[in-house]
């Protein structure tokens, strides 16, 4: 069987490295989403609850740093989740699965 080998040329990788922004793009939105979700249900500590009194000693809620990920990756994650292009994005998705 022969060997297909494939020489990288501005086609090829311009369309691999769209796909690989495309999928980090979906991995923001879907992080946002569930950072988002997690707050709505109690489970992470909204912006200012931690640390000001508004959360008790009992009930400690876990925030961004908590599970590992800084308040910078949440927003980031939000502002593309916002932009434009997640919309395109999933619309691509459903139309063509992946």
């Excluded at 297909?4 to 980090?24: L, T, W, Y």
């Amino acid at each position: 069987m022969p060997v297909k080998i494939i020489i990288p040329n501005e086609n090829n990788v311009s369309a691999h490295s769209s796909r690989r922004a495309a999928d980090r793009d979906a991995a923001n939105c879907r992080l946002a989403d569930e950072y988002d979700a997690a707050q709505a249900r109690g489970e992470i500590a909204k912006h200012g609850e931690v640390g000001r009194g508004r959360v008790s000693k009992k009930e400690t809620l876990a925030s961004a740093n908590d599970i590992g990920l800084a308040p910078k990756q949440i927003l980031a994650a939000r502002q593309v989740r916002d932009a434009e292009s997640c919309h395109i994005l999933s619309l691509h998705i459903r139309i063509y699965g992946a």
